[in-house]
């Protein structure tokens, strides 16, 4: 591996999306060279901070966006969610007199962005 496709590969690795085959040759690449190692190791710190700022800040308040959906898709039918607290998708349906809205939206380290209404 060379040193371009690790720097290319670090970000991933540290938000925890690299595959495990990639996360180990990275790794293996990283043990011999320094560079990526100091690459690695700030681009983990600079991810952790990133997270924790992330949590510090006061989100919508639990059920707002079942409340929102409520008024705007109808009675809440199903809601999936996918994913982890990094990053997910979640579907709601809802039934309404004229058909079942169906609103997707991604959370992408808690917060959440609608993508798809249809
Ligand atoms: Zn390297």
Redesign the pocket.
């Known amino acids: 591996m060379t040193?371009d496709t690790?720097r290319e590969m670090i970000p991933l690795y540290a938000a925890g999306s690299l595959s495990e085959d990639d996360g180990a040759e990275l790794i293996a690449?990283v043990v011999g060279?320094e560079?990526?190692q100091g690459d690695l190791v700030e681009t983990m710190r600079l991810a952790r901070e990133v997270r924790r700022a992330f949590a510090q800040i006061p989100g919508p308040a639990r059920g707002t966006w079942i409340s929102v959906a409520a008024r705007t898709l109808g009675t809440p039918v199903l809601r999936v969610e996918l994913g982890s607290e990094l990053a997910g998708l979640s579907l709601d349906v809802g039934a309404t007199k004229t058909g079942l809205p169906i609103r997707g939206s991604l959370s992408i380290l808690g917060r959440e962005v609608p993508v798809l209404r249809i």
């Open positions: 040193c690790a690449h060279c560079v990526c």
